[in-house]
């Protein structure tokens, strides 16, 4: 068995999406959530969740406590429902879900509710800039059954671009206290379903979503940690920021997350790292790769 989460770690994910609706809003037409005050596009955690959920499920085949599930009559099985695959025990969903380990979860266990907090929790992700929000409209061939002699019209709210920043924690003390028995294995799955399953995310409102940085910070102890590293960055573009489309177009100011990280160097056990060629990076005002910014400090390359 892998060895069990001791110490505090933080996250810091960026992922962009092009032509694409990242997290659209059910009660406002599935429009791309957007700040009406800043004009930066929202995602929230459960989307993801969501994407993490999948990817370990359908590509590292483990078992997902929360997934969609239809019994023999096709309707959707609820958490309730869920629990009897696991006769009622929350100390098996618990082993044999790597998801509920992740994130928590509440439901009612034989007239009792299981709340668990989930000990890795991220923060709403949000556009390093402004975007802007583009409304498509097409027609499809085959004609819906209300108007069965021409095809109907499509329409679909997209952002041209948006480059998003997700930030998150993994707090040992929750894994620990609730006894979830959170393990190395089941972060380093985390991290890369991170990536790989936002690449993976090919459907017609999410293709075109590509990860560019993946950072986690490794603390030699637990109940420490530095915070808000998605505050220490920037991006840096010569273009009004809605007018960005393209990756290639801006540039990632690294200043204040490199001198947080140096500053509190002694603290530090570890930072995992992985990063797309495509992003480009400066610190104090020039440009440089961030494995150079790092230098000093204990980098190792995640290998997924």
Known sequence: ????????????????????????DPVDENKPRIDEE????????????????????EYKKKDIFIREIRDEKGSLKTKEDRLKDFNDNPVEVIKNCIDIRLFGATTAVKDQTMALTGPVQFKYGRSLHKVDLTYIKGTTVMPSAVERRQGTFTERYILPYSLIVFYGVVNENAALIQKLEL????????????????????????????????MQVKYKEGNYFIGELDKRIALQAEK???????ISEIKIDITNLIK?????????????????ERIAFIKDGQSVSIQDALSGLPVESLTF
């Not at 393990?183 to 936002?198: F, K, Q, V, Y």
């Not at 009004?240 to 393209?246: M, S």
């Not at 509190?264 to 930072?271: G, L, P």
């Open 1 to 24: 068995m892998s060895e069990l989460v001791k110490n505090r770690s933080e996250i810091l994910f960026l992922y962009d999406v092009t032509d694409a609706n990242p997290n659209g």
């Open 38 to 57: 800043t004009g930066v596009n929202i995602v929230t955690d459960v989307r993801l969740k969501r994407t993490i959920r999948d990817y370990l499920y």
């Open 183 to 214: 393990t190395e294995d089941d972060i380093s799955l985390m991290l890369e379903a991170m990536w790989n399953g936002t690449k993976n995310l090919i459907s017609g409102s999410k293709f075109g979503q590509m990860p560019r940085l993946l």
């Open 240 to 246: 009004t920021h809605e007018a960005i489309r393209d």
């Open 260 to 276: 947080a990280l140096n500053d509190h160097t002694d603290r530090i056990e570890k930072i995992s790292l992985k990063v797309d």
